[in-house]
């Protein structure tokens, strides 16, 4: 809308009208508009009286009505969502799709002819859209140069008991001594070294090694609601078994990165699982595996919601985290990124199943199986045999991948 200028010499009525166009444009630029609905193309955010808007409701949106180019608006989702990225009309930060959550803003500039940009998207929970690499984290721990280094703990071999202070004549009888201790790097004996578990309450880093030719093992690897990397140093002739898993105890769980580990079982992170009127079911963290990992199988899973009494409704599934893989990483088994399942019907209603995660894979990872109902990114890997969508947590074998989800020099088996 172009305002004319005020010229030397207008008086009275011409420069109260001018006036009166420049503040109906600022409360424009500074005002809310009406909440607007979610739903696939026609959630019209260029028509909104205010620069600022919510837009409500859980319908994926894969475009915007067209709008002159050049304008703005400051989004706030109400609730969940998918974004759907379009390389034309709706351009979304990484190339990828979104997942919203209450409380997530964005800054959407039209380009004109129906196609909308995403400058800016900010997550109300702080976490970045896209997590980065571990190697660009700035202040990691520092890894040991040599086992003889102090902050390496030893952990004791079969046959010795020792219950010292972690150097190699008096080393520790389990990990979680060391970790107690203050430990984080440790080098483990030809022994089974049992669980261990951080109450630290903070998001923690554990480096580990063998020696030996025979194989050493960990139990489970938990950090309650808390972040943690995880990475086996390598450059020894043992085998390390671990078997690893972060689960939520606050109100989402702790993201998890694992680097050149091998797992017989699962590394999860998972949310917790729901309480009638006392805790919601847990969203589950990121889940990250780098360099060359063997794992039997991975997972993010949104925690399980509690059946409702007749009076409340029961509740709705946590929702899943996204899963990143890259690297010639190895999953024997299968990849799942599925939400929480829904709280049944007490009477007064059942709960929705959380949302499933988006799946990434990269740099020639294989895995089995993908088990989520979001599209994957699949860029140079394999995978293999079954290829997995859900529908509220029941499988469907039939599912073939749409025209439109590119797998950039990999192969995807579908249905078996």
């Not at 004549?169 to 979680?176: D, E, F, I, S, V």
């Not at 201790?181 to 998001?203: C, H, P």
């Not at 709280?343 to 993908?370: E, K, N, Q």
């Not at 029941?394 to 950039?408: E, G, L």
Request: charged letters at 10%; aromatic letters at 6%; glycine letters at 16%.
């Amino acid at each position: 809308m172009a305002i004319s200028t005020i010229n030397n010499g207008d008086t009275g009525l011409a420069v109260r009208t001018i006036l009166n166009a420049v503040i109906a444009v600022v409360n424009t630029l500074l005002g809310r508009g009406t909440d607007i609905a979610s739903a696939g193309t026609t959630s019209d955010i260029g028509a909104s009286t205010g620069r600022n808007v919510n837009v409500t409701g859980a319908t994926t949106i894969t475009a915007f009505p067209t709008a002159a180019a050049g304008i703005t608006r400051r989004v706030t989702f109400t609730g969940a969502l998918i974004l759907t990225h379009n390389a034309t009309n709706l351009i979304l930060p990484g190339g990828a799709n979104i997942t919203t959550a209450a409380g997530d803003t964005a800054q959407f500039e039209s380009l004109g002819s129906g196609n909308w940009k995403c400058a800016v998207y900010q997550r109300a929970s702080g976490k970045a859209v896209i997590p980065p690499a571990y190697s660009e984290v700035t202040g990691t721990p520092t890894i040991p140069a040599a086992l003889t280094d102090p902050n390496v703990a030893h952990i004791a071999s079969d046959g010795n008991d020792g219950t010292g202070d972690g150097t190699p004549g008096k080393p520790y009888l389990t990990a979680q001594a060391a970790i107690n201790a203050g430990f984080r790097v440790l080098e483990l004996g030809v022994v089974a070294a049992g669980d261990i578990t951080f109450a630290t309450n903070a998001a923690e880093t554990l480096y580990y090694r063998g020696q030996g030719a025979t194989k050493s093992t960990f139990g489970t690897i938990w950090n309650p609601g808390y972040g943690l990397y995880l990475k086996d140093l390598g450059g020894r002739s043992a085998n390390i078994t671990v078997y690893a898993q972060t689960y939520k105890v606050g109100a989402t769980s702790g993201n998890l990165t694992v680097e050149d580990v091998l797992c017989t079982n699962e590394v999860t992170s998972e949310g917790a699982t729901g309480v009638l009127n006392v805790s919601n079911p847990g969203n589950a963290g990121t889940l990250t595996l780098l360099g060359a990992c063997r794992i039997a199988s991975i997972g993010s899973q949104g925690g399980g919601g509690d059946t409702g009494d007749g009076i409340t409704p029961g509740q709705n599934g946590g929702n899943a985290g996204a899963i990143t893989v890259t690297g010639p990483s190895i999953v024997t088994g299968g990849i799942h990124a599925t939400g929480g399942s829904p709280g049944g019907d007490g009477g007064a209603g059942a709960g929705s199943p959380g949302s499933d995660g988006w799946v990434t894979l990269r740099g020639g990872c294989i895995a089995a199986l993908i088990e989520s109902s979001v599209a994957p990114n699949i860029e140079g890997c394999t995978v293999n045999d079954l290829f997995i969508a859900t529908t509220n947590g029941i499988a469907d074998n039939t599912y073939t991948p749409p025209v439109s989800q590119t797998f950039a020099g990999g192969v995807v088996r579908a249905g078996s």
